[in-house]
């Protein structure tokens, strides 16, 4: 059966089979008139659409008259449709005969479920307290379709209203999405009361692939209840599909959720919000007063698939948990994937990336480019092995600036990255020598930003380079740095262990303490670097600005396994000790502890 809406600008398409006589129940009606205009179908008194009873289309003449009316309240364009499932009625239940006929029809396309007709809602309501309690799961799944062209009036509202769907147990070839939104016109989806959407094989909970259409979908919580809890939706993947947007082998983009109270759970190899397994996830867009919780597996928990690359842009809410699956960054590219992050506003309370990714920034092997600014606050950013906190994942670089307003209370790596800046490089044998590849981290920090920690748990720097990288930081303007502590033979602040550092600091920066690890400096390069060249050597300018000067205090790591000396040292309070006249470039030799011979085997 197919069945067209057309109470609203845009087309839905709902699939799928009746659902047993025993798993049926009347439409909702409507609080207002408008559900005496609202699409149903035909029903018998056990629920069941008559047989032979004809699906009732409007004749081009009342298409005419109804383009000619103007909106009264028995006829509103806009209004949403509205999707419920309510508990089924136990004394109902279906024959042998209904079972069999609902098994073969679950395997044709899906259609409206007769248990949860579609229905026009009132328009948005100051109380959206939920018409019924959380339902029992239904099989039958919903499909939206929008094709209209991409204006504000044809965008496609629709209700999910204490929702169950579950098609968690499709096994290969049988699987379906519980909700699919296509076309290239736009859809909304309200959210009231507690909704449950879960996949079948190689799709998502909630699906929305490039394949399918352009359109955005946003998900929302505009009608807010008496009481003021959010609407829910819990939205789970299975094998291969994302808790909301790919499924199997399906890029995704223009997802926007700006309300509710959001949990998605990938499947295997796709991200919790984003991509399909081997797909990217972008444009996604997190604002309002969203509250996120996103778990990712080998994907990101928002942003891109396995292998895939993830755009993502925060500017308001809370996101309470975002972690990455293996190799999968908490918010930004999947294993192997870039992560393109930019964060203006909202609360990130926690976001972890998986082994040898980072936090917020790129999968494994990805460029990690993040922007956090504005009023946004990182508490904190935790970075698997190998993986920075915020920056990139292992073998990856990084782009990153932090400004404005922004504070950033902790970010770390468990070990050889650094707390903000790129992952561990490579050092690998080729014949009778050793191949060192180093990553780079170029970190800028600026205008008000704070940063109160930033830390790696061994071999990286806390900002810049991860172990075997390369340091190049700039802070300047008024920025504050609380503790930036390198790991052993890392950089406090600049190069991880064989990598060098270039930091500029200018005007009136605050530096606390900049603490480098065993055998590095407290800023400049880490241990054992040996620069190639002039140009390639550990540089440090601290300089005086129009705005002050730089308060600093920095400190060197120890001795490196009683074979060298310290990196070096700087402690400056006073302000007089920094100031140059006119201004003019100071270069001061912070410098790397002696090159030891075997190198490797302590980075092994």
């Known amino acids: 059966d197919r069945v067209k809406a057309d109470a609203s600008p845009a087309t839905q398409e709902t699939d799928g089979s009746n659902a047993p ?80 006929e609902q098994e073969e029809e679950e395997e044709e396309e899906p259609t409206v479920p007769s248990a949860a007709p579609l229905v026009a809602a009132p328009a948005a309501q100051a109380d959206n307290s939920s018409t019924s309690t959380p339902a029992e799961s239904t099989r039958n799944v919903i499909t939206i379709v929008n094709n209209f062209a991409k204006k504000a009036e044809q965008v496609f509202s629709f209700v999910l209203d204490n929702v169950n769907i579950d098609r968690s ?114 444009d996604i867009i997190i604002k309002g007063d969203a509250t996120v919780i996103a778990s ?6 928002i942003g891109g698939g396995d292998s895939g690359n993830g755009t993502v842009n925060i500017s308001g809410g809370t996101i309470t948990k975002a972690s990455g699956g293996y190799y999968g960054a908490g918010i ?115 205008g008000n930003a704070k940063i109160e920690n930033a830390k790696s748990g061994y071999g990286g720097s806390g900002i810049g380079g991860g172990a075997i990288g390369i340091g190049n930081v700039i802070i300047r303007g008024n920025a504050q740095i609380g503790n930036a502590t390198g790991g052993d033979e890392g950089a406090g602040i600049g190069g991880g262990a ?18 480098g690890g065993a055998g590095a400096a407290g800023i400049g390069g880490g241990a054992e670097t040996e620069p190639d060249t002039e140009d390639t050597r550990n540089k440090v300018s601290i300089k005086s600005t129009e705005a002050g000067s730089p308060n600093i205090t920095a400190k060197g790591g120890g001795v490196l396994n009683g074979g060298g000396q310290a990196a070096g040292s700087a402690h400056g309070h006073d302000k007089d000790q920094h100031q140059h006249r006119d201004h003019h470039h100071s270069l001061h030799e912070v410098g790397g502890a002696l090159r030891q011979e075997a190198a490797q085997k302590r980075i092994q």
Not at 296 to 301: I, M, R
Not at 362 to 384: M, R
Not at 500 to 512: R, S
């Open 21 to 100: 006589a025993g798993n049926e129940t009347e439409a909702p009606k409507s609080e207002n008139t408008a559900g005496d205009t609202a699409l149903k179908q035909e029903t018998t008194a056990a629920g069941e659409r008559k047989e032979g009873t004809p699906q009732q289309e409007p004749t081009e003449e009342e298409e005419e008259e109804e383009e000619q009316q103007e909106p009264t309240e028995e006829n509103v364009t806009p209004e949403p449709v509205k999707a419920k499932t309510e508990a089924p009625k136990a004394a109902q239940k279906p024959s042998a005969e209904q079972e069999e």
């Open 169 to 282: 147990e499709d096994y290969y070839g049988y699987g379906k999405a519980a909700l699919t939104v296509k076309g290239n016109g736009d859809t909304e989806i309200e959210l009231d009361g507690d909704n449950i959407l879960k996949g079948g094989f190689n799709h998502a909970g909630l699906e929305k692939n490039d394949s399918d259409g352009t359109g955005t979908l946003t998900i929302k919580d505009d009608n807010k209840s008496a009481d003021g809890s959010k609407g829910s939706l819990l939205a789970k993947g299975e094998y291969a599909g994302a808790g909301i947007g790919g499924g199997h082998w399906q890029d995704t983009s223009h997802i926007t959720v700006t309300g509710g109270k959001i949990t998605a759970v990938s499947g295997a190899y796709a991200a919790g919000i984003g991509g399909g397994d081997c797909s990217n996830g972008t």
């Open 296 to 301: 990712g597996d080998t994907g990101a928990g």
């Open 332 to 446: 930004g590219g999947g294993s192997s994937g870039n992560g393109t992050v930019t964060i203006s506003g909202g609360t990130i309370t926690e976001a972890s990336g998986g082994y040898m990714a980072a936090g917020i920034g790129s999968g494994y092997q990805g460029l990690g480019t993040v922007t956090i600014e504005g009023d946004a606050v990182i508490k904190n950013a935790q970075g698997g092995e190998a993986g920075a906190g915020i920056g990139s994942g292992t073998c990856g670089d990084s782009e990153i600036i932090i400004r404005g307003d922004a504070v950033i209370e902790n970010a770390e790596s468990s070990a050889n990255g650094a707390g903000i800046g790129s992952g561990q490089g490579d050092l690998y044998p080729d014949g009778d020598g050793m191949v060192i590849d180093l990553t780079v981290g170029n970190v800028t920090i600026e």
């Open 498 to 515: 064989l990598g060098t550092g270039d930091v500029t600091i200018e005007g009136n920066v605050t530096i606390e303490n900049a603490q």
